[in-house]
């Protein structure tokens, strides 16, 4: 059974940084891209950040240069690494199986002073 659990989030300052931590099971990550997108208060889902299989990597232009997309395989988790966030990164953070579809319960993330 596919399962994603997202952890980590929480309050943080604008300027500061968070890494949230998404642990896979039934399945390898090195066997699926995989997406991080998130969704704000009263908006649509926006894609924040991908990895393919190879280990490629892209960002949405809103973060890129901020946040840094990771996995380790041992683990079998999927990492996003948030710097120098804006109070409009406040949102709930999903990780997503872009072969599947399956998605985690989410993590919220909120930035503010």
């Known amino acids: 059974q596919v399962q994603l659990v997202e952890s980590w989030g929480g309050l943080v300052q604008p300027g500061g940084s968070l890494r949230l931590s998404c642990v896979a099971r039934?399945?390898?990550?090195?066997?699926?891209?995989m997406s991080w997108v998130r969704q704000a208060p009263g908006e649509g889902i926006e894609w924040v950040s991908r990895?393919?299989?190879?280990?490629?990597?892209y960002y949405a232009d809103s973060v890129r240069g901020r946040f840094t997309i990771s996995r380790d395989n041992a683990k079998n988790t999927l990492y996003l690494q948030m710097n120098k966030v804006k109070p409009k990164d406040t949102a709930v953070y999903y990780c997503t199986n872009l072969a599947t579809g399956a998605r985690g319960q989410g993590t919220q993330v909120t930035v503010s002073s």
């Open positions: 039934g399945f390898s990550l090195r066997t699926a891209p």
């Open positions: 990895m393919d299989n190879d280990g490629s990597t």
